[in-house]
């Protein structure tokens, strides 16, 4: 099956060419026919099997005929990044159609939103922004054609379910076409998609797996040597781009920093990070400029970088469903991925639940040089520095550590792995 049988207008095809989109993924052969016919649907499908493009090409077909600068299409997504991920495939894939998509969320002045506001045609929104524009009466959502909720599972957890259900209040009296994509459906998504949806079509990718180009290691450790085995493995890696992720903010800025310091391009992506900044680590990763980004769950959804060769769990994700958003991040459009897991003692039960949504159970590996026998320091739980006592003046020769042979902190620097000639990730050019 090629695009070309959907019949796109040409100038949308000749976007879909000129993206390199040659075959359309699983999602897109399920879900164009049936959103271009004016159904309802629910996509069940994580980030990474296309589905961007699936809703946006039948999205812009439709919008290719009627009125130009009226609102008749809005995308709700959970974060920010995802809003801007997607309004970037709009304006990719709708490259001279005339079509406008204008951008609404918070942490950016609202002026010049209200002004794009005043002719668009779609809007791509986070909701509490929104439901702002909507109080000063800045956006009339009441000529919507088309309304596409993303990643409901994750508006769910981040508490917006009561947000979209006001803002639905707003859509035209008759209704309009509705697409609810989730790569879960938690029982609230349910009711909600029963609520809204008219009859909808049920198309579903993955069955809830994660991709099957994505390969799964656990790598059990204690608490306080995570970080020594995190650089362990990224000096014995070789990787492409890798997104770790921690569970806090906190964590995510200390680790970007640390990993920073000892010469990996990295850089960490938070929620306490202003619009700018948090732009300029989403785009530096994309382009190459950072090579690992440490990320928390939140903050990491959207993030669309076609290459991410490994994901890193530090802290290990609090559901299973968050693991197979994380993962999602790696294995995209086809590329293989790995997904490796740092697996402490208290990630037990996590773990079990994990084999189960992936149907195998994930291999648990080792290191072969890392002394998993460190004790940690009393009372303490971060990694103890193992290197040759300072005191001495000695230093103990090429091999550094004695445990490991990996330098003071029982790892390799990117600059240490190069002169041992070995792979290792992010070594500065
Ligand atoms: P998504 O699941 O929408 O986040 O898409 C994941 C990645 O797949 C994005 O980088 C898209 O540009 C890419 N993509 C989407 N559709 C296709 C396709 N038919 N062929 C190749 N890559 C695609």
Known sequence: MSFKNFSFNSRIAANIVAAGYTTPTPVQKQAIPKIMQGADLIGLAQTGTGKT??????????????????????????TRELAEQIHETITSLGTRTGLHSTMVFGGVGIQPQIKQLR????????????????????????????????????????????????????????????????????AAVHRLADNILNNPVKIQAGNDAPAHTVSHAFYPVAHHLKTALLLELLGKTPTGPVLVFTRTKHRARQLGGKLAKVGYRSTSLQGNLSQARRRDAMRGFKSGKYQILVATDIAARGID??????????????????????IGRTGRAECRGEAFTLLTGEDKQMARAINAAIGRPVERRTLEYFDYKVPGPAGGNQPRQRGPKRSTGKRRGPKGNRHTGNGAFGFLSPRRARKQGRAALGSPA
């Open 53 to 78: 493009a699936a809703l946006v090409l039948p999205m812009l077909q439709r919008l290719m005929r009627g009125q130009r600068g009226t609102l008749r299409a809005l995308v709700i997504a959970p």
């Open 119 to 186: 002719r668009t045609d779609i809007v791509v929104a986070c909701p509490g922004r929104l439901l702002d524009h909507i109080g000063r009466q800045t956006v009339d959502l009441s000529r919507l054609e088309m309304l596409v909720l993303d990643e409901a599972d994750q508006m769910f957890d981040m508490g917006f379910l009561p947000d979209i259900r006001r803002i639905l209040t707003h859509l035209p009296p008759t209704g309009c076409q509705t697409l609810l994509f989730s790569a879960t459906m938690p």
């Open 305 to 326: 970088v076609a290459q991410v060769s490994h994901v890193i769990n530090y802290d290990m994700p609090s559901t299973p469903e968050a693991y197979i958003h994380r």
